[in-house]
């Protein structure tokens, strides 16, 4: 089995209007020793301005990322794709990765014409590191210590984690030293607690999750919802009628005589309220869960397993009050309605048929002059979009030019945040200089012509 561990750094935190910047991967074998390495960055895309407190995080300058030296995000996508392909299978790992990393890796594929699901499809896996020393830290201390924060309180950030389990210190915030710092923190719990990375493993595999959530009355969750606690007491009870990979999962330390009286509108509204009765559990997020038995007793806190298990029995036992529950945790569900924005329809549009898929092999394969009609044949409208936009950004020769100007009024509108584009969702321009107010007057200095410039 190989690992890959990979980390990005952005534009900025949103996960559908900002980019990646820079991108580094280490991959290696079962034993954790490292075979290959890869690095890679490029500059912004048209559309896309940066968060200056993202570029003064990562230490880079706005020169630096527009410069035309460096490859354009298609190009860089294009190379990033290549080489994970070519690591295939193995397990990608990254330091709170799913919620974030790839997220932006997915939307950089689906904007890029390649496969979106590149790390848990074809005998790939994925994890989440963040679950892993969160466990850790909980029911291993000796082996993983939490990071300290400004306030002296325990945190989970990579940085003060790495400081506090004596990793070398580096750069944080860059992508190359990201992934040496999770991989050193991995190796820790390899060789501390070799149980728990093996629960860990096990669980990069939905079908894994979806078996242990069925078969086991109760069992340990790790997550920061309900913060200082980060291990939840759960027992499944249902899934949802709109995602089969969402199974609802009841918190056991609620008052369950409460739940047990209230009609299904109130119970609609208390799956609103927090402490949630009701936790979303994604079968194909890898999360981390735990078998009770393998939990010391005084880990329970003010429960025990006894109770817990008893708890979990009485809802297991009882299939009209778990019909209830899915119900109202159904209900309560938010609905997004579709968007006109093409980076938002990455999911919940459906998968793009063999046709299509075939169309975008054969798009990288080809010349621009090629993809120009490649793009008119696929089905897919939301591949069209995006394939015309590669087109605009890589070889706008080739486009008319009345769409050419139309597309260059476009980005311009939506850098101003003006026009049709008059309440945006990503950073324009404005927003930027409004930013530099708030991360000191040197800074903003430093920033605000260049910022300015782009308009």
Known sequence: MAFVFYDVETSGLNKRFDQILQFAAVRTGVDLVETERFETRCRLMPQVVPSPKALHLTRAALADVTDTSRPTHYGMVCTIARVLSSWSPSVFLGFNSISFDEEFLRQAFYQCLHPIFLTNTNRNARADVLNLVRAAGTLHPSVIRPGVGADGADVYRLGPLAAAN??????????????????????????????????????????????FVRDEDAFAYFDFYGSPRVMHFLTRVGISPRDGNVHYCLDLTVDLDALRKLDESDLTERMKIEPRPIRRLKVNGSPLLYPLWDIEQPLFGETSEADLMRSASSVRADPDFMEKLTRAAAAAERIYLPSEHIELQIYGAGFFSDADRELCRQFHLRGWEDRVRLVQQFDDQRLRRLGRRLIYFEAPHLIDATERRAMDEDIAARRRGDGRHSSPQWTTVPSALLELESIGAEISQEFRGSFAAIT
């Open 166 to 211: 004596g990793i070398a210190p580096g750069k944080t915030h860059d992508a190359a030293h990201d992934v040496d710092a999770t991989l050193g923190l991995c190796r820790l719990v390899r060789s501390g607690a070799p149980e728990l990375w093996s629960a860990f493993l096990r669980f990069s595999s939905k079908t894994s999750v979806v078996d």
